[in-house]
T-cell receptor, first 114, second 113 residues
C-alpha cells in the first residue's frame, strides 16, 4: 500500500525566512512518481513538480527547491526567502504511474507574515 | 483556454438532503477525476472517467455517492442522502490523455449540517 506523510500541519514564518516542508512516502513499487501541489486561498490545486523514482537529482526553480532522497524515502520542498504570496497549503503526492491516481499527504499550511 | 470549472463553489445542506456537484473539464479532455479532502485530512481519490466510462471507481466511499459523465463531457457527483462525514472539499481534474498531466479545478466546498 502507498502512503504519504506530511508531519507538519502548519508552519509560520516571517517574510524572507526559508521554510522546508517534509514529505515521507511509502511504496513497494520500484517505479513511482512524486508530486508537489500548492493550494492558495483561491482553492485550486496548482501543480509544482513531478519527479520519477529514477531521478534523484535535486531541482531548483526560482525560490523553490526539492530534495529527493530514496534512501530515506523523502521528497522535501524548500521555499527560499519566503514571501506573503507563498502562504498556502502544500501537498505532497505519490503515484505508481506517470500521471495516475494520486495518493496525497494531509498537506502543510504555510503562513508567511510580513 | 478555460480551465476545469466546478459548480457550486460552496454548498451547505442539511443531513439527509441530496446534493449534486458538477465538473466541467477542459474541452476535449477525455480523462476526468474526482478527489475529495475531508476534515483537513489528505486528499483522496474517488474515481476516474475515460470519456463516459468509469475506469476506476475504487475510491468511492459507499453507495450514497453516484458519479456520472453522460456524453463524455461534464460530470456530476451526487450525494444522496448526505451525511455529516461527507463534508469537505471535492476536487475535479481533467487530462487530455491518460498518463498526461492533469489540471485541477478550484473545488466545491460541501458542508453538511
Amino acid at each position: 500500500a502507498q502512503k504519504v506523510t506530511q508531519a507538519q500541519t502548519e508552519i509560520s514564518v516571517v517574510e524572507k525566512e526559508d521554510v522546508t516542508l517534509d514529505c515521507v512516502y511509502e511504496t513497494r513499487d520500484t517505479t513511482y512518481y512524486l508530486f508537489w501541489y500548492k493550494q492558495p486561498p483561491s482553492g485550486e490545486l496548482v501543480f509544482l513538480i513531478r519527479r520519477n523514482s529514477f531521478d534523484e537529482q535535486n531541482e531548483i526553480s526560482g525560490r523553490y527547491s526539492w530534495n529527493f532522497q530514496k534512501s530515506t524515502s523523502s521528497f522535501n520542498f524548500t521555499i527560499t526567502a519566503s514571501q506573503v504570496v507563498d502562504s498556502a497549503v502544500y501537498f505532497c503526492a505519490l503515484s505508481n504511474l506517470s500521471w495516475g491516481k494520486l495518493q496525497f499527504g494531509a498537506g502543510t499550511q504555510v503562513v508567511v507574515t510580513p | 483556454e478555460a480551465g476545469v470549472t466546478q459548480f457550486p463553489s460552496h454548498s451547505v445542506i442539511e443531513k439527509g438532503q441530496t446534493v449534486t456537484l458538477r465538473c466541467d473539464p477542459i474541452s476535449g479532455h477525455d480523462n476526468l477525476y474526482w478527489y475529495r479532502r475531508v476534515m483537513g485530512k489528505e486528499i483522496k481519490f474517488l474515481l476516474h472517467f475515460v470519456k463516459e466510462s468509469k475506469q476506476d471507481e475504487s475510491g468511492m466511499p459507499n453507495n450514497r455517492f453516484l458519479a456520472e459523465r453522460t456524453g463524455g463531457t461534464y460530470s456530476t457527483l451526487k450525494v444522496q442522502p448526505a451525511e455529516l462525514e461527507d463534508s469537505g472539499v471535492y476536487f475535479c481534474a481533467s487530462s487530455l490523455r491518460q498518463g498526461e498531466g492533469y489540471t485541477f479545478g478550484s473545488g466545491t466546498r460541501l458542508t453538511v449540517v
